[in-house]
């Protein structure tokens, strides 16, 4: 009851500090303004008198009383209820680009760089509740899984079933974002992001990487770009048994054109960086979730219930009490 409750003018209750130095001044000089009369006889009429002189105070609690309440009224008593409504005032289209040539199954990042990266991934989306999600993937050559979708558990589904094996072998860094531009190029937010993943060189696909970048700039397309893969040697899938199915691996030196993903986030105002273990990699993701925030304005509705018109008509009626008492029971006493 009291949470919804509060006074407009507070300062005004102060007022009340007045009430006990008043009925402390009536006391004091209740004596002196109280009338005496010495009669000889009539016992009986003199009880009656005594009992009746002894209420006569209640005049001036009823004063008090009425003034205390008007004192209240000037506060402003009043109930609030509040209603929230929120507005998403900038609505962000996000594609991200995945590298899942046969490298991505090395072992630098646990249990492989394509699962820490689906991982971490999924923990992005959840934080992006009023965003727009499509996920490109791309090899030797690029293709759309899922396209901008506001379903962010289609999303996750889709990552979660990302494997090695699905495209042909090599990495076309400029058909994984020339495809990723395709899907944003249409789209009317406000801001559009790329999130280009990889962890080798361009070496396939008919796209240039640079021709690519100069059409996601020319569509107002930022992109962060990542370069997953640790510092010196990791070991790399090397073959695999056609009998088993068994992958072997062998040490091999991490090769990143750490260049060439620079100058497409320079050219597009986006940001790179390298994710070389498990915790770097969450940790870029969370950067890019920060950096990309969609703006939301809550808009509270207050509704008030004024509560000094009570208290007025309770002041009345303290007044017309004191006044139908003291032109009736107590008018021989004034």
Same mark, same amino acid.
């Given at each position: ?16 500090? *007045? ?43 009823? /004063? ?9 009224? $000037?506060? /402003?008593? %009043? ?24 490298? #991505? ?7 492989? /760089?394509?699962?820490?990266?689906? /991982? ?32 962010? @558990? ?20 400029? #058909?994984? $974002? ?54 010196? #040697? ?13 992958? @072997? ?59 000094? %018109? ?9 007044? *017309? ?14």
């Amino acid at each position: 009851m009291f949470n919804n409750f509060e006074f407009h003018n507070p300062e005004f209750l102060w007022l009340l500090l *007045l009430i006990p130095l008043l009925a402390i001044w009536n006391f004091l000089t209740s004596k002196k303004d109280s009338a005496q009369l010495t009669m000889a006889s009539t016992h009986a009429f003199l009880v009656k008198k005594s009992f009746v002189s002894k209420l006569k105070p209640l005049l001036y609690i009823f /004063r008090l009383l009425a003034l205390a309440f008007i004192i209240i009224g $000037l506060a /402003r008593p %009043r109930n609030v209820s509040i209603s929230k409504k929120t507005k998403t005032n900038r609505g962000i289209d996000i594609v991200m680009a995945i590298d899942v040539s046969a490298s #991505m199954l090395a072992k630098d990042l646990k249990p492989n /760089r394509l699962e820490a990266l689906k /991982r971490v991934a999924t923990e992005f989306i959840n934080k992006r509740p009023n965003d727009r999600i499509g996920i490109v993937v791309y090899a030797g050559e690029s293709f759309t899984q899922t396209p901008i979708t506001s379903d962010k @558990s289609i999303v996750k589904r889709t990552i979660s079933e990302i494997k090695w094996g699905q495209l042909e072998g090599g990495t076309a860094i400029g #058909m994984g $974002l020339g495809s990723a531009v395709n899907r944003l190029k249409e789209s009317k937010a406000k801001s559009k992001v790329i999130i280009l993943l990889t962890d080798g060189v361009n070496n396939a696909g008919f796209v240039d990487p640079k021709t690519a970048t100069e059409l996601a700039k020319g569509n107002n397309i930022k992109v962060y770009t990542i370069g997953i893969g640790t510092n010196g #040697m990791a070991p790399f899938p090397w073959a695999k048994d056609p009998r088993t199915g068994q992958i @072997s691996f062998r040490n091999q030196q991490v090769e990143i054109d750490e260049d060439l993903l620079k100058h497409i986030a320079k050219e597009t105002e986006g940001k790179y960086f390298r994710a070389t273990d498990n915790t770097k990699l969450k940790a870029i993701y969370d950067e890019i979730d920060k950096l990309e925030k969609t703006k939301i304005e809550e808009f509270k509705y207050y509704n008030y219930t004024e509560k000094y %018109r009570l208290c007025v008509f309770i002041a009345g009626i303290f007044l *017309l009490l004191e006044f139908i008492l003291k032109n009736t029971i107590f008018k021989s006493f004034i």
